[in-house]
T-cell receptor, first 116, second 113 residues
Framework: DTGVSQDPRHKITKRGQNVTFRCDPI?????LYWYRQTLGQGPEFLTY????????KSRLLSDRFSAERPKGSFSTLEIQRTEQGDSAMYLC??????????????FGPGTRLTVL | GNSVTQMEGPVTLSEEAFLTINCTYT??????LFWYVQYPGEGLQLLLK?????DKGSNKGFEATYRKETTSFHLEKGSVQVSDSAVYFC????????????FGTGTSLTVIP
């Protein structure tokens, strides 16, 4: 396994269109996280899954955003009716974590979204 | 609430210079603290961490000590190399916020030969 992968790496879309991103975590990892990073800022937490259950969602995750991890492996993040403010780098990370242990989160390379 | 404040960059140093990147935090309870690094064209990687007060995290010559009294977690390295050029992010995980990580804005470091 070569790490966390994300697809696509770049996405350009027009305002109002829907987009979907995919994240493939490291295979044995049970937790999967989504972050958003805008230029000059650090990553902002969006949501995370433990196996297939979505356990936390940030207030940043508006109703237009939805994330799934149907079989506890890969995850998708969909943005409906995109807005220019959605332009950002979307990062995925995964970890093998139990209880509240602070195990390392391994990050993918990100998907850069540009909304025109 | 929880937040992280990092010194603004960019920082440019000559090879073998001493590096300090300041990081202070605001948190309720007892957070865990992290430094992540992002090399050009790559994803974020954990550099070091500390989970309780007075702990020192270290890796690849970098060190940071969890100072509860000053709410700080400054990153230091005694002698930087060109290969250390990257963006460095300070982050915390609050003890009362589940698994949310809070990141600083990042500090870009360029080391020149």
């Amino acid at each position: 396994d070569t790490g966390v992968s994300q697809d696509p790496r770049h996405k350009i879309t027009k305002r109002g269109q829907n987009v979907t991103f995919r994240c493939d975590p490291i295979s044995e990892h049970n937790r999967l996280y989504w972050y958003r990073q805008t230029l000059g800022q650090g990553p902002e937490f969006l949501t995370y899954f433990q196996n297939e259950a979505q356990l936390e969602k940030s207030r940043l995750l508006s109703d237009r955003f939805s994330a799934e991890r149907p079989k506890g492996s890969f995850s998708t993040l969909e943005i409906q009716r995109t807005e220019q403010g959605d332009s950002a780098m979307y990062l995925c990370a995964s970890s093998w974590t139990w209880d509240r242990a602070d195990n390392e989160q391994f990050f993918g390379p990100g998907t850069r979204l540009t909304v025109l | 609430g929880n937040s992280v404040t990092q010194m603004e960059g960019p920082v440019t140093l000559s090879e073998e210079a001493f590096l300090t990147i300041n990081c202070t935090y605001t948190a309720t309870g007892y957070p865990s603290l992290f430094w992540y690094v992002q090399y050009p064209g790559e994803g974020l990687q954990l550099l070091l961490k500390a989970t309780k007060a007075d702990d020192k995290g270290s890796n690849k010559g970098f060190e940071a000590t969890y100072r509860k009294e000053t709410t700080s977690f400054h990153l230091e390295k005694g002698s930087v190399q060109v290969s250390d050029s990257a963006v460095y992010f300070c982050a915390l995980r609050g003890s009362d916020t589940g698994n949310q990580f809070y990141f600083g804005t990042g500090t870009s470091l360029t080391v020149i030969p």
